[in-house]
Structure formats: C-alpha cells, structure tokens
C-alpha cells in the first residue's frame, strides 16, 4: 500500500477506512468526524461567536457529525435554535447520547436531522447562520453545488453559510468521484468562489482561521431574485 502511495500519489477507495455504521463503529464517533475533537470544537464556537453568533439567532450546522461543533453551540443557543443535518444517524445518536447527555438534550432541545441530500426545507426555519466545517472537503464538485443550490432558498437574506475547504494553487486531478469521509478533495480559490457565484451566493474569502489542519473559511451570503 505503501508503494502504491508513493506511486499513485493520494489514496484510492479501497486504501481507506470503511465509511458509514460499519466505519463509526470501527473508528469511533470521534475520530470518524477527524479527531481533535476539542480544539477544532472550540476553533468553530469561537469563530461563529467572533462573527457575531448571539444566542437568540438560529444555526443550521451542515453534517454536524456526532455534535463536535454542537456539544459547544447547543447550551449556548436558546432551547430549539440549534439545527443540524448529518448523513450518519449513528454519529447523531452517538452524539447526542455520549457527548451532550440526556440532560441537555432535553433543557436545550436541538433538533437533528439524519440526511444525505441536503433536505434543509425539513426544518422549516430560516437559519441565520450555517456551518459547514469540513464537509466539501469530502465531497465532489456537484455535491457541493447540489449542497449551495439546496440551501439558497431556505436562506434569509441577512444569512450567511461559513464553509471550509483544503485550498489548491492548481486544480487538482479528481481521483475520486464519489465523496469519501475519510478522503480530501482540494479546491482551488477560482472554484471555490464559482461554486457560490453559480448558485446564487456572493463570496467573500476569510482564508486562513487557526485550523490545526489549515483548512481555510469562505463566507456564502445569499444573492437576492436569484
Ligand atoms: C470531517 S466530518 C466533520 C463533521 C463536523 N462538521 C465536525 O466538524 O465535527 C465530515 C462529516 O460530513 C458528513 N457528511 C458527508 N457527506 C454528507 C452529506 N451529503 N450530508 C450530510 N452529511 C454529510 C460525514 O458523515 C461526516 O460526519
């Protein structure tokens, strides 16, 4: 395996861990979402609270994995105002069950959706503020426009959505075409920007934001009459 690395460069599906139940299991909730479970849970509340993130307003977390994010954001938000949306029911139950507790799940109501296709509608609630922390870092291009094109209209327009990516000074050979939980797909700052641009959204680069793994911020506010 390790020849073929050095050959082929960045692995193919079958170098990789299982993905899915069988992969959470195998891994655990925490190191399936990556690890470093503290510091990046932290990175993200400090970040969302240093753009202005108030306890009143409503964050959609977009694959929120087994609550990383949310175990910091839930008991800060008012009881309710905490959405998230994530592809693997076991991270949310192992989430909600081993990492924020019976107890605050019910005080803090956060409302938890099992979904891979980016059905936000569910909600039926206007988010004003999303997150989506390593997730295009997984996915293929289409799935991240089909992620931007799907939650345009469950946006307000004071909205925004905070995405992280591995960013590129050249586009990269895609290897795989399929999204993988456990591969990273890099993009570069053209593609990134015209992912949002031709889904409706104005983009504004952050870039760097302390990420231990240096993936970098962009910020997508929805266009009007789009
Ligand atoms: C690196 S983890 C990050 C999880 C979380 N954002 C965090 O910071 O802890 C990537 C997550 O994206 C989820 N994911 C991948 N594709 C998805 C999809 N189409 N819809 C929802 N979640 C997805 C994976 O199951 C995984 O939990």
Known sequence: MTVR?????????????????????????????????????????????????????????????????????????QPGHYLGIEKEALLLERGLALELGPELAARCQPRLIADADFGFAQFGVQPDVAMAQSLFTHLPPRLIERCLQRLHPCLKPSSVLYATYFISTVPQRLRLRQPHDHASFHYTRRQVTRFGERNGYSVEYIGAWNHPRQQQMVAYRPLPQF
């Open 5 to 77: 690395r050095w050959l082929l460069g960045p692995p193919v599906e079958q170098d990789l861990a299982p993905q899915g139940a069988a992969g959470v299991e195998l891994l655990g909730h925490r190191t399936y979402v990556g690890g470093l479970w503290d510091e990046i849970g932290q990175l993200q509340f400090d970040f969302l609270c240093s753009r202005g993130l108030r306890p009143e307003q409503v964050l959609l977390d977009i694959a929120c994995g087994s609550l990383r994010l949310g175990v910091k954001a839930i008991p800060y938000l």
